[in-house]
């Protein structure tokens, strides 16, 4: 089981859906949302109103977002050595980005197209490390 998800993304649609899919996927975790880069980090370091949050098994990152984008939030979580090694799957909306990003950019474990199906959530927490338990 993955004790502990960060779902990064500030639309409210697709984060219901990721929680549709997780549930659909058998991927049982305490699931903590935010929705914007700078709230990501706040979260990742234990800033602020997140002093007692958890440390995530895996981080869901919505690759757009406000105030501090995707790139912005992982490069930021990959030079921290407290954080770096924490399973990152970054998400966009288009097929053709995902493969840019996959050329252009480094540090995400894994990037998938939004919205997610639940078979892909369910590889990601077997691939990235977290043991699951299906309904």
Known sequence: ?????LI?????ADVRYTEEMLKEAGVESDRHVVKDGVEALRFLRQ???YA???RPDLV???WHLPRKN????LGELRADGRLADVPVVVMTG???????LRTESEGADTYAVKPLE???LRQFAERLGGARRLA
């Open 1 to 5: 089981m993955l004790r502990n998800l």
């Open 94 to 100: 288009s097929r053709l980005e995902v493969e840019s």
């Open 118 to 120: 639940a078979d892909e």
């Open 47 to 49: 800033r602020g109103e």
């Open 52 to 54: 007692d949050a958890p």
């Open 8 to 12: 990064v993304d500030d639309n409210p």
């Open 60 to 62: 869901l990152l919505d």
């Open 70 to 73: 995707g790139r912005e939030v």
